[in-house]
């Protein structure tokens, strides 16, 4: 059976692999500073090509290009397998803290360190290295391969969805693997099968056209107060929300999500060590926990600022007040329609001074578990790694609900970045191990997925 | 009569305080930064000394100085009239607004330009050179005087009570003329016979021992929405306070109080246009407005932070958040009595957890119009300025309380300082005109005391 060769031909290619992950990490590719978006775009074209990837740049406006490849499969040419992840990196900054150049992509024992080691070049280079891997051993790959490298993933992907549109047929697949996949302190690889959506605005309000001496504020209204006020009518200490008709789109977790949700791992002592907290919220736990984490809609308050916050006393009457506030939304909910929903809540409360600005606004996404797309990636997980764990959503965002729509296929998430390694901070690594068990297993994810229904 | 002869040596001599007040303008004294404090005192005091006045420097532990001035009188050895003053002066950033050298002391026209020379050098000369007037031109003072000039104003006084206190004696007097005094926009000088009391308390809360990402929200609770539950308890959107007890021990305006308030010129349109408000907290007007401004307590929010304040968005679950409240107090409440209602308040409503720091507490003052030392002062500001406004009390909070009440003595703020002459401002000046109005004002009072039961 032709899957061991492949597999042995991933073991024998490791220095390859980590060689061109090293040349992808020496080119800087910050979204945030439009630093070396371009070039990192051709150097990825050319890393899908030595690869005997086919592959191109697609542009749309001024918008940082995404790398395109392609690999038709004459085996199954019935089924297609795409690929998403992101060339761009996150800032470096603090730069004083790393100890090496952030870009060196340095090699020490099993680690590979350096800003996007793990996240997402570590990931990419895994996927690129499978399919060369097929190519290279059996001379083609068991279904049409895809992929779609964006390069502007960590500032929220704002054009995604405009790719997706427009190269909507070019990118037509029967399944996703996501741009990441976590492993977790016990070397277990954590599949997920969605994630939430996210509504983040700004409300501001303001009173008069400037501060004023606290004197004065049994005159002039004081916006802080209006914040509190109207913050107040949005949510109960227990968390859950109070805007008329929130839930009613909600979709309750399924029999088979709870069967998942029981057996998902989740230590709450050390969660709870870790951030000196004694009790979670509602004081949840076990299952009710687990449910939050996958499927509680929330309302938080990300930050919040007026008057003065320095040292010391300052007796000032504030002119303006401004809250940032992100509600993260489950399957089912639409942004929009949620954003009309605060919107015409602070109206009924009174509060139509307050302006509200949107800083995004992401549907939830989640592949059911009954899909035969997950057995595939459940048993080449299980294969690669040796364990697993299944997941029915992260509890963080990313734009996978405008694959799973716009494409209409299922997206799973599952990948070789180690929990602790740094993504987005100084001193980001990878671990050669974990790079290995997951080229494998896309191997096998390939492997399996062009042989079932 | 000899008061005539006095007032001519004002005119006359007016050259002179111009000169002594740019000396002292020359010398930096920023209490803020411990810069210049004690080579001022050293020159306050010579000055002092230099217009026939005996002076001396007073110390306890570490404090800043206090310049202590005095002159006895022959002609009525039974009175003593006090002169309360400050050397320090504000930070003078931003540097770069400043047209000048803040230390320059240039005279231009009918200004005097630098940091100090309306608060409070400007203030202190008036009533120097008015005392200096009389020794020239009648070998005396009417009745005894003293100077206690401090150097710690601009940072809240944290020590005059412990001066106070400690030279009881020493400083006992029959009155007292407050270190300030605003003449108004149609320069009318305003005769305020009180200031509100402030507590100024900074409130924090914190859930967990570092920031999380926000899709923990369904986990871990956020301290911000804490405060907001916390702060919606402690007063109502009309500016009612809903604090146990809070106003108990309020003594409402007597008859004589609201008879003043009525006559007292306030510009409520003027006011509305310089703030770009359209009405006033609670729709209050007239009367209503002047009484709040005199008399009303308030629970003002400062400042309020927490989470990620900067540009755009970011998805973060706060470890602390912290609020700046500061409460006006009117005569007859207790700071440290207010102080435990609060905490009474949060610890019954369940708040226990958030902590408090208190930054100040300073109870009210008011001296009542009835007092003859307020005939004094207003027919001597009706003479020297031809026209007064007579004001219950500032909005605003001083030291007053301590004065009235370890050296029982009335106090009356009237003085020289005009209303936009950018006090704690770049290019702060003072008015040669005013000064002069305000230094035949300090003889007149002199002489009126004198003389007055």
Redesign the interface.
Known sequence: MSIKKVLQCVDKNMDGLVKDLCMLIHQPSVSAKNQGIKKCASLVKNTLKNSGIGAEILSIKNYPPIVYGEVKSKKNPNKTLLFYNHYDVQPVEPIELWNEDPFSGIVKGNRIYGRGSSDDKGELITRIKAVESFLKETGGVPCNIKFVIEGEEEI?SPHIEHYLKKYRNKFSCDGVIWEFGHVDSKNRPIIDLGM?G?L?V?LSVS????D???????????P???L??A??TL?D?S?KILIKNWYDDVVPLGKSDIKILKSFPFNERE?KKE???EE??GK?SGLA?KK??AS?P????????????GE???????AE??V?V?F?LVPNMNPKKQLMRLKHHLKEKGFEDIKIKV??GEAAARTSPKHPFVSDVISATRQSFGKYILSVS????GPMHAFTKILNAPVIAVGSTYVFSRIHSPNEFTRIDLLKKATKCICIIMDNFSSSD
Chains 1, 2 share one sequence.
């Open positions: 929220g939430k996210l983040y700004e009173e008069s056209i400037m004023a001496h606290s004197s004065l504020a049994v005159l002039i209204k004081n802080a107060w209006r509190v006020y913050l107040k949510r200490s968390g969660f951030f000196g907290i979670f919220l949840k926990a939050s984490l509680e929330t309302c938080n308050i990300a930050g919040i600022i007026s008057g003065y916050t010391g006393a300052k007796t000032v009457l504030p007040a401004r940032k992100d993260r800083y995004h992260s509890a963080g965002t």
